[in-house]
């Protein structure tokens, strides 16, 4: 760039605002070195800057002027950098949460197949960005959690409960914008529709749709920045729908044949056989495999049980019978490349149970060992539609 260029772009800045002038003698000198053409004797600038360009810009009748105001603007042009990578801030959340003691309507019935149901909570919140949640992970057993909604927001909270161990309602509850490599929100759609994410020590990693996406973030509560970087998911990007990606991404036990590996599953993008497309994404296993779809169930959450079995959340709609949701227990030994992973349905439910449009899932272990199966709704910010977390124990486990 010539240096008629710099400077009258940061003069252009510097009329902007006043500044403080305490290192401009070493930004001056700098500038001096950069562009040596640009002496008192310079036919390169004027000599002489009549006061033309407004109130906040003092005449300039030298070019030790000119090089001050050059400093000026350049600090102000860090100014401007310095806030451009600020994090967006976190949102304080209040949640307003009704206990849910009875899974089926209109019954006391506790059990459901290998499935108690514990208790649940309906939730509401004045705060508007509230809701849409797609995926979620305890970050300690059955108490703090950490989750994303496909409207671009992280949230964290704590699940408290009453003297009897079933939930009560979250505290501490928070929702931050995500950002890009600039520290800026979006607030797009398609750029942040994220819908799974798998939670191991420090590091998220959440899937995209619509721009199909994995990556990889670093965890800080209410400061989280942009991700650190992406990962490559295996299959072929054109065999995967836009609103139909990756909703599925768990870690396998370390102590497994998948070695820990991450694994994604697709919720409706299908092959020629009408099975969905998933992967491992490392390790000894890594490659791509199916997962066997039936019955228009569409696959919306993941985790895997303490024995290496895949424990999918699935979700139908229809006009003439509604909303329902099942949960099918996938074989871990079907979990391999090049194979179609199926297992046993658990359990189904439709619109006479306390459900809505179930999107996300989690596994954890109580204090005592029982295997614990934890589901939250999304509820598309709709007045017709709740925001559920609803909590089972699996039996026979």
């Known amino acids: 760039m010539r240096a008629e260029g710099v400077a009258l772009s940061v003069f252009a800045i510097c009329a902007l605002s006043r500044c403080t002038a305490a290192p401009v003698n070493a930004i001056t000198r700098l500038f001096s070195s950069l562009f040596p053409q640009c002496k008192p004797d310079s036919a390169s600038l004027p000599r002489s800057f009549p006061n033309v360009v407004g109130p906040h810009l003092p005449a300039v009748d030298s070019m030790r002027g000119v090089y001050r105001w050059l400093g000026r603007g350049v600090l102000l042009a860090f100014a401007f950098v310095s806030t451009a990578h600020a994090q967006e801030p976190a949102i304080p959340t209040a949640v307003n949460a009704v206990p849910i003691r009875h899974f089926a309507v209109g019954s006391h019935e506790t059990r459901f197949g290998p499935l108690e149901f514990v208790g649940g909570l309906s939730m509401s919140s004045p705060v508007d960005h509230f809701g849409a949640f797609s995926s979620f992970r305890f970050t300690s057993p059955g108490a703090a ?228 199966v934890s589901l939250m709704s999304d509820d598309n910010h709709s007045l017709l539609q709740r925001n559920l977390y609803l909590e089972f124990r699996l039996h026979g486990d």
């Open 145 to 372: 959690v950490m989750g994303v909604s496909d409207t671009g927001f992280w949230f964290f909270g704590t699940l408290i409960r009453d003297a009897e161990g079933r939930p009560a309602g979250f505290a501490d509850f928070s929702m931050q914008p995500m950002v890009d490599g600039d520290g800026n929100s979006t607030r797009e759609k398609w750029t942040t529709d994220a819908e799974g994410i798998a939670v191991k020590d420090e590091l998220a990693t959440v899937s995209f749709e619509r721009v199909q996406r994995i990556a990889e973030f670093e965890i800080e509560r209410d400061a989280m920045g942009a991700a650190v970087r992406d990962l490559d998911f295996l299959v072929p990007r054109r065999e995967l729908r836009s609103n139909r990606g990756f909703e599925t991404i768990a870690y396998a036990p370390p102590g497994g044949r998948l070695g820990g590996a991450r694994v994604v599953v697709a919720e409706r993008s299908i092959d020629e056989d009408g099975n969905c497309f998933a992967a491992i994404l490392e390790g000894p296993m890594k490659g791509i495999f199916k997962v066997a779809r039936s019955e228009g169930f569409d696959i919306t959450d993941g985790a895997f049980l303490p024995d290496g079995d895949l424990l999918l959340l699935e979700r139908r709609f229809a006009f003439a019978s509604g909303v329902a949701m099942r949960l099918r227990r996938i074989d871990g030994a079907t979990v391999a490349p090049g194979s179609v992973a199926d297992g046993p349905v658990l359990f189904t439910a439709g619109m006479d149970y306390q459900i809505d449009n179930m999107e996300a899932l989690d596994v954890w272990q109580r204090a005592d060992g029982a295997t614990m």
